[in-house]
């Protein structure tokens, strides 16, 4: 089991920045890929940015150039700085962890934050 708890949402101007962090419950070193998806009203919840395979990142086009996630494996934490934010940034921004046992695989959500930006 892994719990995941967010932190950071909230409402900035367009152009400007925000940082969400995840806390997980336990070692991110025993996490196989962990990282950050949000959701717009009336949308399916969409890839952001994520690790995987260790230090393996990937980011959706659309965040590419602005969104960084990093790791701080001493505080089991993955953080996501956002810059030059978007109006269509706008969503509620969740934490996904997965975890693999054997030829299972496990997925775990936080509770989400909210991410405005004003036009």
């Known amino acids: 089991q892994v719990q995941l708890v967010e932190s950071g949402g909230g409402l900035v101007p367009a152009g400007g920045s925000l940082r969400l962090s995840c806390a997980a419950s336990r070692s991110i070193f025993s996490i196989a890929a962990m990282g950050w998806y949000r959701q717009a009203p009336g949308k399916q919840r969409e890839l952001v940015a994520t690790?995987?395979?260790?230090?393996?990142?990937n980011y959706a086009d659309s965040v590419k150039g602005r969104f960084i996630i990093s790791r701080d494996n001493a505080k089991n934490t993955v953080s996501l700085q956002m810059n030059s934010l978007k109006p269509e940034d706008t969503a509620v921004y969740y934490c996904n962890a997965k975890t693999v046992r054997l030829t299972t695989t496990y997925e775990y959500w936080g509770q989400g934050t909210q991410v405005t930006v004003s036009s």
């Open positions: 690790f995987s395979s260790g230090s393996v990142t």
